[in-house]
């Protein structure tokens, strides 16, 4: 670009043609402007939901179904699993399967439902409830789900006749039915060496119409069998900027945007849940000057909670003291918030300085953008209440792969010591599913522990009922002590904006499936 | 292939590469009097405001820090978006409060000097790779020409995203990182321009008189070229300046700008927007700062190229009254039209 | 002519080999996407086999020979993130691009002749002054701000527009058009300015102002011509990157263009569709280069003379 206000010399000849190259030219240009990228709108008739989301969902394969742009439009509304964890209760309800029940140490026996169709009118049993465990568990495919609920455990899955599934484990796994909550039910015809964009389920809705990019339209499957859902179809669209999906509802063209921040500007349609999201700052503790308690310990009291929530979530958010929220079994409740006592935390610091741990040495403090609503503000907050502490504290935010590398094993080597701001969602409700990752000294997600710590983790996790409760429970109260590897900061809230006709109450699990099914007209 | 075709090849004027219009000879700028064009600019008054303003930015740029010390990364979390004129914590509210309760008007004055040393350089940078490179390209003409043009072919066809997340992530996303990435994207500006103009020089009269005495290309280039391509590279970097700092801006949209926290301007307007609803000066006066900064160094260099330009400077150099009777040209049938 | 153009051709297509080298060698430089498709729990086992099912682990020279190999064959690889053919996703987002940079342009150029010549007929008039001044400005404004605030203004305000997306005919191109073409609007008024002072006192347009021809019979007939040079200059450096993605306005309006394909595709690492993008925003820019120094030299009387030798 170089707009430099000067002009070239007159020139006599030519003229004719020049006047015939604009004429040209602005005919070219008003006919690519002509040609509008125009797809036939799908105007919502009044029978139709439209939603506006965050963004487009790269694919719809019911195995990545754990990722959340994937499942927030699949699970639950084209595709349904054999259990279904209820977010209020906690409770795991029926779904695909009518019954389950235990029939050895390590082997569940699920009595699957009769009468249910996939969308393209082929009848669902145990043979399809097989084909899709194994082929999100124990194939090649390298699918989302598998790492998220099941680690490298894989599992021996049989169908006894069409309406029994057996489950077995190599160990005895108290929650298996809840982690197979998470795996999404196909027909056998679905590829097993490919991972398929647009699956085929039994859920309430079918795939009408996708275009990617611009929409994705959903329409009821006529073969559901349970009661048809109070929308006939589904608009999806997808936007990045949290103001203008506001936007989109304070003008009328749609009537659902999710994951907004309070200051989109949703006005009286904005509703606010607590969305089953912690944030934390976790530590490394194997690198120095992390590698000492009394510095972890430092940065913990140095950070103001009461503040970040009060005036940067302005009290739509709670101050945390644990990975999980309330609602997961294992949530203690009797934990408070570590205090914050800068005083305090300058003694430590100085403790361990005096003891010959370099505390000027820089520390980096790791994020990713876009990772919550005011995750920036966030991370400038803690770093100059970390600065005033008397750390050398640099921020990077890096996109989620460059995250990605940080925050999970195996960690990149060399990277010195770093603080990373985490959000864990703990979909499952079972505390298990978020200490097996970030608490197990060899967790995917967790820098470091103790086998002692390992072994009090594993005993919680075997046991079932009431008892269970109390020893997960009892985990989250000796973490700080014994290990501190994380600074948590806040329960998170989400914002959803609803149209003034639509009915629906957020819950914990909205931002993760959203059932469309929920959402009922006005009257 | 004929050299002359080749001039038909990337034959494109620079944008407006005419300083030599009317056969002004190369050697001297307006020497005659440096007293001359102050006067001249003090007779202009939307000039001298321009000066005027400039000046004070950078000066703001340069002690404004000294003067508001750490205030700009001050948080009180318990005072935040307040809206402009809340003096309750002293004059550093008289803009107003970001949401972390920092000061915005001392925001703004920090943010002028990282601004500037991220634009400043960057233009630099560019400017003088750009302009070496293409004067080299345009006065030897031939395959180095072309060579140098498919370069900037080249440069400009990549996507400057994917360099700048390259750099920005697997280098960190510092000050030289980011200076380094918009340099380079922005070369080819200058490397077109300067080609456009020496190719022209290199076939005037006095160039192939300085080459007949013996003169080394080095020394033509820096003594017959570079004084008259200087003016409209100058112009240039003026107005590319508010480019880069814009483009530093839309950097932070994404993420991988300027990092807290260290603040630019662009940084402050791209942090706002999500506050466009309830807090508007987060945005606004970042935004007013980039567009006064930009209008005034234009102003000032559209005045400035007519100064030093002999052909152009009469306009200057009337009387305010004259002038305008006499608008366009000294053409008297100018004042019927 | 023709050999002017076959030599042009013949010179670019090394560039674009280099360009998408140089894309090929950067994009592997920001990591790993394994980890970004891989479950965390993923097996060394299965990170081996994935990284060897996209081709990872032979050697860079080995990648490079398969990626212009399958080039050749019109085979561009697929995308990790969707399982779709990267071709098809780069030429679905394409015209999306192209009609908004080309409305863009449109309007910008119109606008900035109009503007442009009226603001220079009377050089330093209140009117020239006013005009100099918002083109100034609005070549300034931060495009996402002027965007956002266009939405909460005309589509929730005034009710007048939709906020964001294509599918509302017409008028879902105000805004986009409108945030895009404000830079290049402000930019191109004042090269058409600068240009049309200089042509306006040229001798002949003084003569023909002498000869009795009117104000705009003079502007359009006799300087507007020798305006056109620079600003044809303007107009393409600025329509190339329109079309190196217009990555701010396609995000915030939800536009399926090109920008945010490739932005997509580079925070997903999903290497195969940015090179697509690539070579097609390349081939699209070169050929747009190519056409404007046809356009020059068909404008540029001397300059065509010189090309037939």
């Not at chain 1, 503040?307 to 949530?331: D, E, M, R, T, W």
């Not at chain 2, 000097?113 to 030897?140: D, K, Q």
Request: proline share 6%; hydrophobic share 45%.
């Amino acid at each position: 670009m170089s707009p430099v206000p000067d002009p070239r010399p007159a020139r006599a000849g030519g003229r004719r043609r020049r006047a015939a190259v604009s004429l040209v030219l602005s005919t070219a240009l008003a006919a690519s402007a002509c040609t509008v990228a125009n797809s036939d709108s799908v105007t919502a008739d009044g029978d139709a939901l439209r939603v506006v989301l965050p963004e487009e969902p790269p694919t719809l394969e019911p195995c990545e179904a754990s990722l959340t742009s994937t499942g927030v439009v699949v699970r639950s509304n084209i595709t349904e699993p054999l259990t279904e964890r209820d977010p209020g209760t906690g409770e795991l309800e029926p779904k695909l399967a009518t019954s389950w029940k235990r029939t050895s140490g390590t082997e569940w026996t699920y009595r699957i439902r009769k009468g249910v169709k996939f969308s393209d009118g082929s009848r669902f049993d145990a043979e399809d409830a097989a084909y899709s465990i194994d082929r999100a568990v124990n194939s090649e495919l390298g699918c989302n789900v598998e790492g998220y609920v099941f680690g490298d455990v894989d599992l021996k899955v049989a169908a006894r006749d069409a309406q029994t599934l057996t489950v077995a484990t190599p160990e005895a796994d108290p929650i298996l039915p809840l982690r197979l909550s998470f795996i999404e039910m196909v027909p056998t015809s679905t590829d097993s060496e490919k991972k398929v964009r647009e699956p085929i389920g039994t859920g309430p809705y079918r795939i009408a119409n996708w275009e990617p990019g611009l929409r994705l339209a959903l329409a009821t499957n006529k073969q559901y069998w349970g009661r048809a859902p109070a929308y006939g179809n589904v608009d999806y669209q997808w936007r990045t900027e949290g103001s203008v999906r506001a936007a989109m509802i304070a003008n009328d063209e749609v009537d659902v945007a999710t994951a907004l921040s309070p200051e989109d500007g949703a006005g009286d349609a904005a509703e606010q849940y607590p969305n089953n999201e912690t944030t934390a700052l976790r530590m490394q503790v194997t690198e120095p000057p992390l590698d000492d308690k009394r510095v972890r310990q430092a940065i913990n009291y140095a950070i103001d909670r009461k503040g970040i929530v009060g005036s940067l979530f302005q009290g739509k958010a709670k101050a945390a003291a644990q990975l999980v929220p309330q609602g997961v079994v294992g949530y203690n409740e009797s934990l408070r918030p570590w205090p914050t006592d800068l005083a305090k935390a300058r003694k430590l610091l100085a403790e361990a300085k005096a003891d010959g741990v370099d505390v000027d040495e820089p520390i980096r403090l790791i994020s990713r953008t876009a990772l919550f609503p005011k995750v920036d503000e966030t991370v400038q907050v803690i770093q100059n209440q970390l600065d005033d502490l008397g750390l050398d504290v640099e921020i990077e935010m890096k996109d989620t792969a460059g995250s990605t590398e940080f925050q999970e094993r195996p960690f990149p080597e060399d990277a010195g010591p770093y603080l990373m701001l985490i959000q864990h969602g703990n979909q499952a409700g079972d505390a298990a599913f978020s200490m097996d990752q970030y608490l197990l000294s060899k967790g995917f997600q967790s820098s470091g522990g103790t086998a002692a710590f390992d072994r009090k983790i594993g005993a919680a996790e075997a046991k079932t009922g009431a008892e269970r409760q109390d020893a997960l429970a009892e985990v989250f109260t000796e973490e700080p002590n014994e290990i501190s590897q994380y600074a948590y900061i806040a329960h998170m809230y989400g914002v959803i904006a609803l149209a003034p006709d639509v009915r629906y109450r957020p819950n914990s699990a909205t931002g993760d499936e959203m059932r469309i099914a929920e959402f009922t007209p006005a009257d | 292939m004929s050299t002359l075709s080749d001039k038909a090849a990337d034959g494109r004027p620079a944008t407006g590469s005419d300083a030599p219009a009317g056969g002004a000879e190369p050697s001297a700028p307006a020497r005659d009097s440096r007293v001359g064009l102050w006067r001249m600019l003090l007779r202009d008054r939307v000039a001298t405001a321009a000066a005027a303003v400039l000046s004070l930015i950078v000066l703001t740029a340069v002690f404004g820090p000294l003067l508001v010390g750490s205030a700009a990364t001050e948080q009180h979390l318990d005072n935040t978006n307040q809206p402009p004129f809340t003096f309750d914590d002293g004059w550093l509210g008289v803009l107003g409060t970001d949401p972390l309760g920092q000061s915005v008007l001392a925001r703004l004055v920090v943010a002028a000097r990282t601004t500037f040393s991220v634009a400043a350089p960057a233009v630099a940078l560019a400017l003088a790779i750009g302009a070496l490179i293409g004067m080299w390209a345009g006065y030897h003409r031939g395959l180095r020409e072309t060579l140098a043009m498919r370069v900037a072919d080249i440069i400009m066809s990549f996507p400057s995203l994917l360099m700048a997340v390259v750099v920005l992530y697997v280098f960190s996303p510092s000050v030289a990182n980011l200076v380094v990435v918009l340099a380079i994207t922005r070369i080819p500006v200058y490397l077109r321009t300067a080609r456009a103009e020496s190719t022209e020089l290199q076939s005037r009269l006095f160039v192939d008189a300085a080459r007949t005495f013996g003169t080394s290309s080095s020394a033509i280039i820096r003594r017959h070229v570079f004084p008259i391509v200087l003016p409209t590279l100058l112009t240039l970097a003026t107005l590319e300046f508010c480019y880069v700092m814009l483009a530093e801006s839309s950097l932070s949209f994404l993420g991988i700008g300027i990092q807290p926290p260290d603040v630019s301007w662009g940084l402050m307007v791209s942090q706002g927007r999500s506050y466009l609803q309830t807090a508007w000066w987060l945005t606004f006066f970042p935004g007013l700062a980039i567009i006064v900064t930009t209008v005034s160094a234009t102003v000032l260099a559209a005045w400035a190229r007519l100064a030093t330009d002999p052909a152009q400077r009469w306009r200057l150099t009337l009387p305010r009254r004259a002038r305008h009777r006499t608008r366009t040209a000294p053409a008297p049938q100018e004042a019927q039209s | 002519m023709f050999h002017f153009l076959r030599r042009r051709v013949l010179t670019s297509i090394l560039p674009l080999v280099a360009v998408l080298l140089g894309v090929f060698v950067l994009a592997r430089l920001t990591g790993d996407p394994a980890s970004l498709y891989l479950p965390e729990s993923a097996t060394p086992d299965q990170r081996a086999a994935f990284t060897e099912r996209n081709g990872f682990d032979d050697s860079i020279w080995q990648q490079i020979a398969d990626y212009f190999g399958g080039v050749f064959r019109l085979d561009f690889g697929e995308s990790l993130r969707t399982g779709e053919s990267a071709a098809t996703m780069a030429l679905r987002a394409f015209p999306a691009t192209l009609q908004l940079a080309g409305a863009t342009m449109l309007i910008a150029v119109a606008g900035a002749v109009v503007i442009g010549s009226w603001a220079a007929f009377r050089p330093n008039s209140l009117a020239d002054r006013i005009a100099s001044f918002l083109s100034m400005t609005a070549a300034s404004v931060p495009d996402f701000w002027f965007a956002i605030t266009g939405v909460w203004i005309f589509a929730v305000g005034l009710g007048a527009l939709p906020t964001s997306g294509v599918s509302d005919g017409m008028s879902s191109w105000v805004l986009p058009v409108a945030t895009l073409a404000i830079r290049p609007l402000g930019v191109l008024t004042q090269v058409v300015r600068g240009a049309m002072v200089s042509a306006l006192s040229a001798p002949y347009v003084r003569l023909a102002r002498s000869k009795g021809a009117g104000g705009v019979r003079v502007v359009s007939h006799h300087a507007l011509r020798n305006a056109a040079a620079p600003a044809l200059t303007v107009a393409g450096d600025l329509t190339v990157s329109l079309v190196n993605g217009a990555v701010v306005v396609e995000t915030i309006f939800g536009w399926p263009g090109i920008g945010k394909l490739m932005i997509d595709s580079i925070t997903g690492r999903d290497f195969a569709v940015l090179q697509a993008t690539v070579l097609l925003t390349a081939v699209t820019i070169f050929v747009l280069n190519i056409v404007i120094d046809v356009c020059y030299a068909l404008l540029d009387a001397r300059v065509r003379e010189t090309a037939r030798v």
